[in-house]
């Protein structure tokens, strides 16, 4: 086994390899860019090197300098994670004439099967099913067009050297077909320097259903059964799962041959994917061989118990399998969602953001999270928006799905748009709790995964509610409650009169009224009564009973907007005339100090800084979670007295701050 590996890559999948790393003993090196100095996989790693600036090409693709620093760094081999360099020939070479073992599969496979033209020319060879289409060299359009009216519309034209779901367009009219030829030949030559396309047969409602293959340098190979990413947004897979439903054995074992055939008609070593498109009848056709770990393998580690990765580095360090085929086994389901900064209602448009809040499900032996970021990490506009992926099993597909639910539910993030909530009610749809999948099956379900926009429930705006409370209380206990009085509101320690809290959802004014009961609130909103314990001071969670139901939720609030997050559903809520920005900031003698005691977990500007009212100066993190110290006027934030790290007491001087008188004109 090696004794110290590099890995070229970042995010979720760099952390994932550290882990396997670490347990076997193998020193990890990060590598990182300018964006990433402070990432995640830099901070797990047992060293870390430095290889450029932010954009991917001027880092993470810059094979050269990336074995430079396994080279000085004396590491053994280089795991590429998937993305990146990870499907490059030359890089795969390029390690080897190094003496670095490059952790895939020769470069020849790499190669052979890195045009998904060639690919199919191979496997047509070898006897493996494909779809109806073309795949051939010649490439005038006047000869492609009647290659597309012999198959028949509608046609699906592919970029050759795509990828992740790019470059790819439906054609279903002999008239459309130049125009979406030339686009598709655009983007293949702008996004993967190589215009070349085929042809295929569109198929209607199909599956996605790829076999896990596994190839030593002695011979042996096996299949590690089969994942269903038939669940699809952009052709990019969102849900994946395995077993695949209805899959039986004896299909399981055709398609598990046909995988390997491919596998061995291009000597492959390692792990590796190949990916059929399936129709409703269960005939299946080659599509593609992803030469690399694949995204979403940790859900055939859930069902088969293996660690993906630690046999890649077996493989690679010249071990045999770790098992043969008859000693593989099956056991239960498994699901993964794929958590994104993106926003589903804009066309899942991915963001950029700082997750200010992060809260996720408790981890066991069958709920999973690798993740790249954690609470306080900017998801940064130069590399892929996953923010992690969350894995369960059940001993059914049915409690993995129960399972899944639960998760979601919990999984919690604020400061950056995501498909959280989307994931939940992907799992709640008819066709997903059925398992009748199919790639179609996001735009089948579109009224039910996005719904018209509607007013928070009550639930939820008690639970608002009672976060106010709880903030008031804390700010009173800390003697802060000047800060409440200043804002004018009518509000008394200890009233036993009722307080008025009114609230904004999607332009309709809800109002609460509060009453403090022996040990904590009783709310009323129009007929409904809500009765709630004094939520606790230490985290976010609030508990409230209405008709006899007991409900859990979390609340985030941030000056003037109350994140609630209940029965999996995530309800933004504006609060009228707030507390005068409680949270933010105490200004005093040209000081600005810490309003509770807290934990500095970022400086966002330098020192001697010029900055406006209102920018953001550092990150505490109180009760936890984050709170942003803002300017309070134009000024100069002269020196920080507080580096990362370190624990503050309340009322302590963060920063030393000349303020500046507003300049009004220009
Ligand atoms: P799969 O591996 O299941 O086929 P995708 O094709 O969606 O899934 O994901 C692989 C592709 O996604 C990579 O080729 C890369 O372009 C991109 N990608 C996703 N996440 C990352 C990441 N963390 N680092 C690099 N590339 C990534
Ligand atoms: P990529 O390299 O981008 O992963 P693939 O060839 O693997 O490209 O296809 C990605 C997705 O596009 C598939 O998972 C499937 O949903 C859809 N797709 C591909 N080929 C076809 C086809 N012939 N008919 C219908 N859908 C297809
Ligand atoms: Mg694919």
Known sequence: MFSKILIANRGEIACRIERTAHRLGVRSVAVYSDADANALHVRLADEAVHIGPSAARD????????????????????????????????????????????????????????????????????????????????????????????????????????????????????????????????????????????????????????????????????????????????????????????????????????????????????????????????????????????????????????????????????EALPLRQEQLTLQGSAIEARVYAEDPDRGFLPATGRVHYLRTPALSDFVRIDAGVAQGDVISPYYDPMIAKLIVWGETRAAARARMVQALGEFQILGVANNVQFLSRLMATRAFVGADLDTTLIEREHAQLFPAQSIAPDSAIAAAALGVLRLQRLLAGRGLGAAVWRSGQAWRLNAQSDQRLRFQSKDVEKIVFARDVAGGYELRLGETVVLAPLPSRADTGVRLTIDGQVLKADVVIQGERCDVFIHGEHHVIERIDPLAHVGELAVAEGGIRALMPGRVVALLVQPGARVVKGEPLLILEAMKMEHTTCAPTDGVCEAFNVAVGDQVSEGSELVQFISEPTKTGC
């Not at 300098?65 to 020939?89: C, K, M, T, W």
């Not at 969102?238 to 209805?246: C, L, S």
């Not at 008609?265 to 770990?293: C, K, Q, S, W």
């Open 59 to 318: 880092s993470y693709l810059r094979g050269s300098v990336i074995i430079e620093a396994a080279v000085r760094a004396g590491a053994d081999a280089i795991h590429p994670g998937y993305g990146f360099l990870s499907e490059n020939d030359q890089f795969a070479q390029q390690c080897a004439q190094a003496g670095v073992v490059f952790i895939g599969p020769p470069a020849a496979a790499i190669r052979a099967m890195g045009s998904k033209s060639a690919a199919k020319a191979l496997m047509q060879q070898t006897g493996v099913p494909l779809v109806p289409g073309y795949h051939g060299e010649e490439q005038s359009p006047a000869l492609l067009q009647q290659h597309a009216d012999r198959i028949g519309y509608p046609v699906l034209i592919k970029a050759s050297a795509g990828g992740g779901g790019k470059g790819m367009r439906r054609v279903d009219r002999c008239a459309d077909f130049p125009a979406a030829l030339a686009s598709c030949q655009r983007e293949a030559a702008a996004g993967f320097g190589d215009a070349r396309v085929l042809i295929e047969k569109y198929l209607l409602r199909p599956r996605h259903i790829e076999i896990q293959v596994f190839a030593d340098t002695q011979g042996n190979g096996v299949y590690l059964f089969e994942r269903d990413c038939s669940v699809q947004r952009r052709h990019q897979k969102v849900i994946e799962e395995a077993p695949a439903p209805g899959m039986d054995p004896q299909r399981r074992a055709q398609m598990g041959t046909a995988a390997l055939a491919a596998a061995k008609a291009v000597g492959y070593v390692g792990a590796g994917t190949v990916e059929f498109i399936v129709e409703p009848g269960g005939n299946f056709y080659f599509m593609e061989m992803n030469t690399r770990l694949q995204v979403e393998h940790p859900v055939t580690e859930m069902i088969t118990g293996q660690d993906l990765v630690e046999w890649q580095l077996r493989v690679a360090a010249g």
